[in-house]
């Protein structure tokens, strides 16, 4: 079983940032593909970014390449969300996932809100 903490959401005006962490409880975090995932209100939850074991290989939604980086400590068992360029379209309830692969996700956070206001 693998606990994962969100943080770093809030409110931030369109341009600005935003970085979120995701702290896992499991010392064998860096066994585990890392994930973000958004939910917007009203719509189904969507990917975002992923990294792999080794915090090489990021790969992006066309939505978020070129504004956000997703990065992992593994000594820190975190995984970090660089938000930057944020839009209104950004606003969305953000999840951390722990997986096997890019298809399987088996441990998810309770999620972190960011707003991002005009």
């Known amino acids: 079983q693998v606990q994962l903490v969100e943080s770093g959401g809030g409110l931030v005006q369109a341009g600005g940032s935003l970085r979120l962490s995701c702290a896992a409880s499991r010392r064998t975090f860096s066994s585990y593909v890392m994930a973000w995932f958004r939910q917007a209100p009203g719509k189904e939850r969507e990917f975002s970014a992923a990294i792999s074991r080794s915090g090489g290989s990021p790969y992006y939604a066309d939505s978020v390449k070129g504004r956000f980086t997703i990065s992992r400590d593994n000594a820190k068992s975190t995984v970090y969300l660089q938000m930057n360029s944020l839009k209104l379209e950004d606003t969305a309830v953000y999840y951390c996932?722990?997986?096997?692969?890019?298809?399987?996700?088996?441990?998810w956070g309770q999620g972190t809100q960011v707003t991002v206001s005009s």
């Open positions: 996932a722990a997986g096997v692969d890019l298809q399987t996700f088996n441990y």
